[in-house]
């Protein structure tokens, strides 16, 4: 009886074991897939008050703590979505770009979003930077910047009371320790930054305010692409 109790209990602990090693493989197969889900999932709500709260809030624009994007990070950023402020949303048409704009550069916030770089920077106002990873799928986050984005192309940035228009004059690769495209300036321009193909050097896309009008005198279909869904999807 004892001989055939044992072996009952290691033919369980043996498929548990089987269990955890296929769910464990499954796991690492999958990873990218499942990373990719939690980032295109996340499709906040943003709404002219809840921009206008969340930019008086505090958040880390410490960008040198800014890491890649792995599958622990994207999972703590999905978890923890109500701790990420979003203030506005960026739209690239040409780029097929839709993203929510949050404050600061925390690793949770870059994961789901494109983040702030500096904490007095203003819509319309100097240099807005906004910084934004760029992932093996070319269709989220910053992925299309360095894909499509070209000089020519029209950004438009919204805290949903106003939307400002930029047309792009420059795109240039830069070192990764290039922090001053990150100052304020006194022309009115954006500032975007990600990662190059191989992740050691940045790619800077710059544009020039052309526009500023009431988000509601907007061209209809641009407000469409704002009330669409984020390009994470």
């Known amino acids: 009886m004892k001989k055939r109790g044992q072996s009952s209990v290691a033919k369980w602990l043996y498929r548990i074991g089987i269990t955890l090693l296929i769910l464990v493989s499954l796991g690492l197969i999958f990873n990218q897939q ?20 969340n930019d008086k809030k505090s958040a ?20 923890n979505a109500q701790k990420i402020h979003v203030v506005g949303e960026i739209l690239v048409p040409k780029s097929k770009i839709h993203l929510p704009i949050a404050k600061g550069v925390a690793n949770e916030t870059l994961a789901l979003a494109a983040g702030t770089m500096r904490a007095d920077q203003k819509m319309g106002e100097g ?9 093996v799928r070319k269709d989220i986050l910053f992925s ?49 930054v ?22 509601s005198d907007t061209p209809v279909s641009v407000q469409k692409q704002f009330a669409a869904k984020f390009n994470n999807k």
């Open 34 to 53: 499942i990373k990719n889900y939690l980032v295109s999932s996340y499709q906040p709500k943003v709404t002219a008050k809840s921009a206008a709260a």
């Open 127 to 135: 240099n807005y930077p906004l910084a934004g990873h760029h992932m």
């Open 144 to 192: 299309p910047l360095y894909f499509k984005t070209k000089v020519g192309d029209t950004i438009y940035l919204t805290n949903m009371k106003k939307v400002y228009t930029y047309k792009v004059y420059k795109r240039a690769f830069i070192d990764a320790t290039r922090v001053d495209v990150v100052n304020r300036t006194r022309s009115k321009i954006i500032t975007l």
């Open 194 to 215: 990600t990662c190059d193909a191989t992740g050691a050097r940045r790619l800077m896309i710059r544009g020039k305010l052309t526009a500023t009008t009431k988000y």
């Open 60 to 79: 880390d624009f410490n960008f040198k703590n800014a890491k890649s994007l792995n599958f622990s990070t994207v999972a703590k950023a999905r978890m």
